[in-house]
């Protein structure tokens, strides 16, 4: 990018990831931590555990308001791999769903590490991307944080084309690490999503409705029902965000999540006035997900 040190790489909006020091800011006073050499750690790195460059952890707060408890309980994860060990670090990184910690950030390289083998790591590296336009208090990712993203993007490429149970959780990752944060935040998995838009034209709220229970548009007209068929995108219609989707999709034969996309990026009509608009556009106005 013209004028951009070239240290300091864009991984995502307002995100940025300074190679050669981690830079967290918070409500208070701009902290600069840097990223110490430990030579403590060299004999470990090269046995496949933390990489040698380390974040200088004294900074680096969980949601427990701890320092040192992180670096713990990911050494602990990577030789433990049971869903017991994962509880802690889950809450630890990330609050109720919803806010990731500085810790949560530094911890990212590490969960991508484990990512390929462990289906723990994966989910919460998601959770951690997914949020990242949150209201979270950090400005940047730790040092080295973009091509733990890249590598991750690569890891879950990897992981969908095997067709996996619990498809969806990954493909919202992917979704995050292509900076898609908002339907990395608000895609269901069309068996029964219903979302509620006003009408661009006439201002009346509609009901959105894809699923097994039909593809609709509705309105109550005091006690009576109208609805409309939505009008799916095809192929050649498709572009940018939903076309990347849909070739994913179809590529992984994920049928019901190809169609539903078909159906959230095409068109809907109005029960009441008649007035077309775009179903994805109003869903994303009208539907501001909570950064989970």
Same mark, same amino acid.
């Given at each position: 990018?013209?004028?951009?040190?070239?240290? =300091?790489?864009?991984?995502?909006?307002?995100?940025?990831?300074?190679?050669?020091?981690?830079?967290?800011?918070?409500?208070?006073?701009?902290?600069?931590?840097?990223?110490?050499?430990?030579?403590?750690?060299?004999?470990?790195?090269?046995?496949?555990?933390?990489?040698?460059?380390?974040?200088?952890?004294?900074?680096?707060?969980?949601?427990?308001?701890?320092?040192?408890?992180?670096?713990?309980?990911?050494?602990?994860?990577?030789?433990?791999?049971?869903?017991?060990?994962?509880?802690?670090?889950?809450?630890?990184?990330?609050?109720?769903?919803?806010?990731?910690?500085?810790?949560?950030?530094?911890?990212?390289?590490?969960?991508?590490?484990?990512?390929?083998?462990?289906?723990?790591?994966?989910?919460?590296?998601?959770?951690?991307?997914?949020?990242?336009?949150?209201?979270?208090?950090?400005?940047?990712?730790?040092?080295?944080?973009?091509?733990?993203?890249?590598?991750?993007?690569?890891?879950?490429?990897?992981?969908?084309?095997?067709?996996?149970?619990?498809?969806?959780?990954?493909?919202?990752?992917?979704?995050?690490?292509?900076?898609?944060?908002?339907?990395?935040?608000?895609?269901?998995?069309? /068996?029964?999503?219903?979302?509620?838009?006003?009408? &661009?034209?006439?201002?009346?709220?509609?009901?959105?409705?894809?699923?097994?229970?039909?593809?609709?548009?509705?309105?109550?007209?005091?006690?009576?029902?109208?609805?409309?068929?939505?009008? &799916?995108?095809?192929?050649?219609?498709?572009?940018? /965000?939903?076309?990347?989707?849909?070739?994913?999709?179809? =590529?992984?034969?994920?049928?019901?999540?190809?169609?539903?996309?078909?159906?959230?990026?095409?068109?809907?009509?109005? &029960?009441?006035?008649?007035?077309?608009?775009?179903?994805?556009?109003?869903?994303?106005?009208?539907?501001? &997900?909570?950064?989970?």
């Amino acid at each position: 990018m013209p004028g951009m040190v070239p240290d =300091r790489r864009p991984v995502g909006r307002g995100l940025f990831c300074d190679r050669s020091r981690l830079t967290v800011r918070t409500a208070g006073p701009r902290r600069n931590l840097q990223v110490v050499p430990d030579t403590a750690l060299q004999e470990h790195a090269a046995s496949g555990g933390f990489d040698v460059r380390v974040i200088d952890w004294a900074q680096m707060y969980d949601w427990g308001r701890e320092v040192h408890r992180v670096p713990q309980l990911l050494e602990r994860v990577r030789w433990h791999e049971d869903a017991e060990a994962w509880k802690e670090p889950a809450w630890r990184l990330v609050l109720e769903h919803d806010l990731v910690s500085p810790a949560g950030f530094a911890a990212l390289p590490h969960l991508v590490r484990l990512a390929p083998r462990s289906a723990e790591a994966r989910g919460l590296a998601g959770k951690i991307l997914e949020r990242a336009a949150g209201r979270h208090g950090c400005d940047d990712l730790p040092a080295d944080c973009a091509d733990a993203v890249e590598e991750f993007g690569a890891v879950l490429d990897r992981h969908l084309r095997s067709r996996p149970v619990g498809y969806l959780v990954s493909f919202r990752a992917l979704l995050a690490v292509r900076e898609e944060y908002h339907w990395a935040n608000a895609l269901e998995g069309f /068996t029964d999503d219903i979302n509620r838009v006003d009408c &661009p034209q006439c201002g009346v709220e509609v009901t959105i409705a894809i699923g097994d229970f039909g593809c609709y548009s509705q309105v109550w007209d005091g006690g009576e029902e109208i609805r409309r068929d939505l009008r &799916p995108a095809t192929v050649e219609e498709l572009t940018g /965000t939903g076309r990347w989707m849909h070739r994913i999709a179809v =590529r992984d034969g994920q049928e019901v999540l190809a169609d539903g996309i078909a159906h959230l990026f095409g068109e809907a009509e109005c &029960p009441g006035c008649a007035a077309v608009f775009d179903v994805a556009a109003e869903c994303t106005s009208a539907d501001r &997900p909570v950064m989970r």
